[in-house]
């Protein structure tokens, strides 16, 4: 496999319409997709965000709660060849003002909740703003986007994702994982764990730390 869209697609022709993700949300079911669904989906959010400017290699910040439309999102940018930038939605402005200039963001996806603090650090900034409270089944902002996308060639050394580090000794730094380390960590970790495809894995912890979201969601898909 070349890249995380590759192994979507090979997971999508095998499993089809077998579940992929349930949400939970209050401790109750809010949401279940299949990965056919999902790979629909994740096709109308990558329309949804060439609609909005963004071409292969251009950083997208997600910088929203974790949620099904963070899992869309970042799916859809893999498929695209765009590059996730997660960050922590705790984040102050003037944390995100210096990751916004630094990470040279061609969009940002956030909850509507952050959608003044974007306005107020750049104005010119694209910024599609999301709902996460609503249930997923609710989002229609990406719907009517064409389930069909465009071809693009994803090599194993093209970006997928830029994971900034904790800034311990000074100015946090973007990490950039290509496309063949996130492969290769998903790999290595279900060969580790023992993973099989009758598994289900509970992912309790935040999707913008490169553990979290690394490891429980890529190997599940």
Known sequence: MRSLRDCFVDSMARH???????????G?????????ELDLDSNRMANTCLGLGVAKGDRVILFFPKSMIF???HLAL?????????????????????????????LVLSGSEHQAMIKEIDPSLSNLVIDTQESYQNL????????????????PDDPGIIIYTSGTTGKPKGAVLTQKNLVHDAKNVIKIWEITESDVLCHALPLFHVHRLCFPLHTSL
């Open 16 to 26: 089809g319409d077998r579940k992929a993700i349930t949400f939970l949300r209050g």
């Open 71 to 73: 899992v869309a999102a």
């Open 78 to 106: 893999q498929k695209i060849g765009a590059v996730a930038v997660p960050l922590n939605p705790g984040f102050k402005p003037s944390e995100m003002e210096y990751f916004i200039e630094d990470a040279k963001a061609q």
């Open 28 to 36: 109750n079911a809010e949401s279940e997709i299949s990965y056919r």
């Open 140 to 155: 229609d902002f990406f719907r009517s986007a064409s389930e069909d996308l465009p071809p693009v060639e994803i090599g």
